[in-house]
């Protein structure tokens, strides 16, 4: 699975693993927010963060892949060769492969499009949550996209049915 701009999604796919029961890592995201994943509801002693790998990235992530349930890479440094390689390696020890980025062959791939900010009245109030549209296409089964609401940040909210009307693009 490959997820693409999304630091949130990210984060909020690894706070329902973590929540779970399962052990996660993420390898070479140094800009990841650890108060962010908490209030997000990551489960933090259930998590391993190496952020700066250096060259040893495949290396790192081919250790963690035999020891954690769900491990996330950040793609930049990876040739297609090592993704593969990988990604086998994943598929043989039962461990949920999560690419942050580019992912060639990801069988799923999740890209948030828009988002809306619920919570704040005229002039006062405070961001309760994010409402986006994530965008999921694959191969195989996933073939077909599919979109979807989701919440991301603050508390639940119940997203309006229909189209989602003024959505800005995120950035």
């Known amino acids: 699975m490959a997820v693409r701009d999304s630091v949130a999604l990210l984060l ?51 250790a963690l892949l035999d020891g954690f349930d769900v491990v996330a890479i950040a793609t930049p440094k990876i040739t297609d060769a090592q993704a593969r390689r990988l990604s086998a390696r994943a598929r043989s020890r039962g461990t949920a492969l999560v690419a942050f980025g580019a992912w060639p062959g990801a069988d799923l791939e999740l890209r948030c499009t828009r988002a809306r900010w619920s919570g704040l009245g005229d002039g006062h109030g405070h961001l309760r949550a994010r409402l986006v549209e994530v965008h999921a296409r694959g191969r195989g089964a996933a073939a077909r996209p599919v979109r979807a609401r989701l919440a991301l940040q603050g508390t639940p909210f119940t997203p309006p049915r229909g189209p989602c009307p003024q959505l800005s693009k995120t950035g």
């Open 12 to 62: 909020t796919l690894l706070a329902e693993a973590t929540a779970n029961g399962s052990w996660a890592a993420v390898v070479g995201v140094p800009d990841l927010g650890v108060l962010a994943a908490a209030e997000l509801g990551v489960a933090m002693d259930r998590l391993a963060l190496v952020s700066d790998p250096g060259n040893d990235v495949v290396t790192i992530a081919a």
